[in-house]
């Protein structure tokens, strides 16, 4: 009913740059927070960014001064631009809502909750 699609991962060398894209797919009539986080082998996943459907945002420390989280609300879709990256910043990238509204056409309106993409791979080299 609902889907989030993440594209926009890579390889790039320490120092570079990378745009990702999460779109969401579905009979969709609003969006809450759209965020991004990551899991890198053998750790937990970890917050990256927040956005909220007013434009509020929220950064992890690690990211902050580096990573830009922006969305359009029009296009039901959220972009998270990194800069300056690191080894470190190596993890598949995944895509999160946390509420949306969709159209259903028994009640006229459903509540969808915690929707994940499939992850989109980024790979840091040094």
């Known amino acids: 009913q609902v889907q989030l699609v993440e594209s926009g991962g890579g390889l790039v060398q320490a120092g570079g740059s990378l745009r990702l894209s999460c779109a969401a797919f579905g009979n969709i009539l609003n969006i809450n927070t759209m965020g991004w986080y990551r899991q890198a082998p053998g750790k937990q996943r970890e917050l990256v960014a927040t956005?909220?459907?007013?434009?509020?945002?929220t950064y992890g420390d690690s990211v902050k001064g580096r990573f830009t989280i922006s969305r359009d609300n029009a296009k039901k879709t959220a972009y998270l631009e990194m800069s300056s990256l690191k080894p470190e910043d190596t993890a598949v990238y995944y895509c999160n809502v946390d509420w949306i509204m969709l159209r259903d056409q028994y009640r006229g309106a459903k509540e969808v909750f915690d929707i994940w993409g499939q992850g989109t791979q980024v790979t840091v080299s040094s």
């Open positions: 956005i909220l459907s007013g434009g509020s945002t």
